[in-house]
C-alpha cells in the first residue's frame, strides 16, 4: 500500500472496486452462459430473433468489461497515456450506441413477426441479420471515430503522448465534441424512440385486429415495452451527471459514495437485464438454461468409479 494515501482513502477504493469487479465477473458469468447455450443448439443460430438477442448480450459483456476497467483504472492508474484511452473509448463509445440501435432492431423484427407473418422468412433471413449487425456497428462507429478526428484537428500531435484521467470529459473537451455528441444522442435516441413507438401500436393494431393469434401479439407487445423499458435504463447514462450534481449539491460530503452508486445503477446492473428479461421470458432458452445448469450441478456429483 502507498504510504501517501490515507489508510481510510484507500479502504474504501479497495471496496468500491471490489464490488464494481466481483459484480462485472457474476453478471459476465451469467451472460456468457446464455452465449454459451446459443452456440451450442443450432436452433438458436439459425433464428433471426435469437442472433440479434444474443448479439445485444455479447454487447452487454464488452459494454461490462470496459466499464469496469475504466472505474477500476481510475482508482489505480489514475492517469493513463491518451493514445491508449482513446482507444479504449473508441470501443466504450460503439458498444454504447450499439445497445438502443440493436433495441430498434430486435422491435422490428417483432413487428415483421406479427404484422407481416408471410414475408417474415423471407424478410428477415440469417444473412440479413448479420449484415445488419453489420450495419449497426458502422453506424455506433460513426460518433466514436468523430472523437478521434475532431482531436486530430484541434490538438497537436504531442497530446497523444501525455497521460490524464482515462474519461471522455478529460479528452474529449472542446465544444466540437459538445455539439458532436448533442447531435449524435439526438438523433440516435430520437430514431429508436421512434421506431419503438411505432412498432408498438402497430403490433396493437394488429393483435385487437386478430382473433386467432391474440397470444403472440400480446408476447410481442410486451417485448417492445420491455425494450422501451431498457432503453429507458440505457438512457440514465445521460442523465447520471445532472443527477450527480443535484445529489452532491445536497449531500457534499457523500460525493464518492453517490458517484459510486450511479455508477452502479447506470452501468453495471442494466448489463443483466438483457439475459433476466428475454432470455429467462422465452420458453426455449429458458428450458436449455435450466438443463445445462441442472446437468452441470449433476456431473459436479458423479463420483468416478474405478
Given at each position: 500500500m502507498n504510504s501517501t494515501i490515507p489508510k481510510d482513502l484507500f479502504y474504501d477504493m479497495f471496496i468500491k472496486n471490489f464490488i464494481s469487479v466481483v459484480l462485472g465477473l457474476i453478471i459476465s458469468y451469467i451472460n456468457g452462459t446464455f452465449v454459451l447455450v446459443f452456440f451450442k443448439n443450432t436452433i438458436f443460430c439459425s433464428d433471426p430473433r435469437y442472433i440479434l438477442y444474443i448479439h445485444l448480450v455479447i454487447n452487454d459483456i464488452i459494454m461490462l468489461s470496459i466499464s469496469v476497467f475504466l472505474q477500476v483504472a481510475a482508482y489505480v492508474f489514475r492517469n493513463v497515456n491518451v493514445s491508449v484511452c482513446s482507444l479504449v473509448l473508441l470501443f466504450a463509445v460503439i458498444v454504447t450506441k450499439n445497445n438502443p440501435l440493436n433495441l430498434a432492431c430486435m422491435a422490428i423484427e417483432r413487428y415483421i413477426?406479427?404484422?407481416?407473418?408471410?414475408?417474415?422468412?423471407?424478410?428477415?433471413?440469417?444473412?440479413?441479420?448479420?449484415?445488419?449487425?453489420?450495419?449497426?456497428?458502422?453506424?455506433?462507429?460513426?460518433?466514436?471515430?468523430?472523437?478521434?478526428?475532431?482531436?486530430?484537428?484541434?490538438?497537436?500531435?504531442?497530446?497523444?503522448?501525455?497521460?490524464?484521467?482515462?474519461?471522455?470529459?478529460?479528452?474529449?473537451?472542446?465544444?466540437?465534441?459538445?455539439?458532436?455528441?448533442?447531435?449524435?444522442?439526438?438523433?440516435?435516441?430520437?430514431?429508436?424512440?421512434?421506431?419503438?413507438?411505432?412498432?408498438?401500436?402497430?403490433?396493437?393494431?394488429?393483435?385487437?385486429?386478430?382473433?386467432?393469434?391474440?397470444?403472440?401479439?400480446?408476447?410481442?407487445?410486451?417485448?417492445?415495452?420491455?425494450?422501451?423499458?431498457?432503453?429507458?435504463?440505457?438512457?440514465?447514462?445521460?442523465?447520471?451527471?445532472?443527477?450527480?450534481?443535484?445529489?452532491?449539491?445536497?449531500?457534499?460530503?457523500?460525493?464518492?459514495?453517490?458517484?459510486?452508486?450511479?455508477?452502479?445503477?447506470?452501468?453495471?446492473?442494466?448489463?443483466?437485464?438483457?439475459?433476466?428479461?428475454?432470455?429467462?421470458?422465452?420458453?426455449?432458452f429458458s428450458k436449455r438454461i435450466k438443463v445445462y445448469f441442472y446437468c452441470k450441478q449433476v456431473s459436479t456429483q458423479i463420483i468416478p468409479v474405478k
Amino acid at each position: 500500500m502507498n504510504s501517501t494515501i490515507p489508510k481510510d482513502l484507500f479502504y474504501d477504493m479497495f471496496i468500491k472496486n471490489f464490488i464494481s469487479v466481483v459484480l462485472g465477473l457474476i453478471i459476465s458469468y451469467i451472460n456468457g452462459t446464455f452465449v454459451l447455450v446459443f452456440f451450442k443448439n443450432t436452433i438458436f443460430c439459425s433464428d433471426p430473433r435469437y442472433i440479434l438477442y444474443i448479439h445485444l448480450v455479447i454487447n452487454d459483456i464488452i459494454m461490462l468489461s470496459i466499464s469496469v476497467f475504466l472505474q477500476v483504472a481510475a482508482y489505480v492508474f489514475r492517469n493513463v497515456n491518451v493514445s491508449v484511452c482513446s482507444l479504449v473509448l473508441l470501443f466504450a463509445v460503439i458498444v454504447t450506441k450499439n445497445n438502443p440501435l440493436n433495441l430498434a432492431c430486435m422491435a422490428i423484427e417483432r413487428y415483421i413477426s406479427i404484422c407481416k407473418p408471410l414475408h417474415h422468412p423471407q424478410i428477415c433471413t440469417v444473412r440479413r441479420t448479420y449484415i445488419l449487425i453489420w450495419f449497426i456497428w458502422t453506424l455506433s462507429a460513426v460518433p466514436a471515430f468523430s472523437d478521434i478526428f475532431i482531436t486530430l484537428s484541434t490538438q497537436p500531435a504531442s497530446f497523444f503522448s501525455t497521460v490524464f484521467l482515462c474519461h471522455g470529459l478529460f479528452i474529449y473537451n472542446t465544444w466540437q465534441h459538445t455539439v458532436k455528441d448533442t447531435v449524435s444522442n439526438v438523433v440516435y435516441l430520437s430514431f429508436v424512440w421512434v421506431t419503438l413507438i411505432v412498432t408498438y401500436f402497430k403490433v396493437l393494431s394488429a393483435a385487437n385486429a386478430a382473433s386467432a393469434d391474440r397470444v403472440s401479439a400480446r408476447k410481442a407487445r410486451n417485448t417492445i415495452l420491455l425494450h422501451g423499458g431498457q432503453l429507458l435504463l440505457c438512457m440514465m447514462s445521460y442523465v447520471t451527471a445532472l443527477v450527480d450534481s443535484a445529489l452532491v449539491d445536497l449531500f457534499p460530503q457523500s460525493r464518492s459514495t453517490i458517484l459510486f452508486i450511479l455508477y452502479l445503477l447506470s452501468n453495471v446492473l442494466p448489463r443483466l437485464l438483457s439475459p433476466l428479461i428475454y432470455g429467462l421470458r422465452d420458453k426455449q432458452f429458458s428450458k436449455r438454461i435450466k438443463v445445462y445448469f441442472y446437468c452441470k450441478q449433476v456431473s459436479t456429483q458423479i463420483i468416478p468409479v474405478k
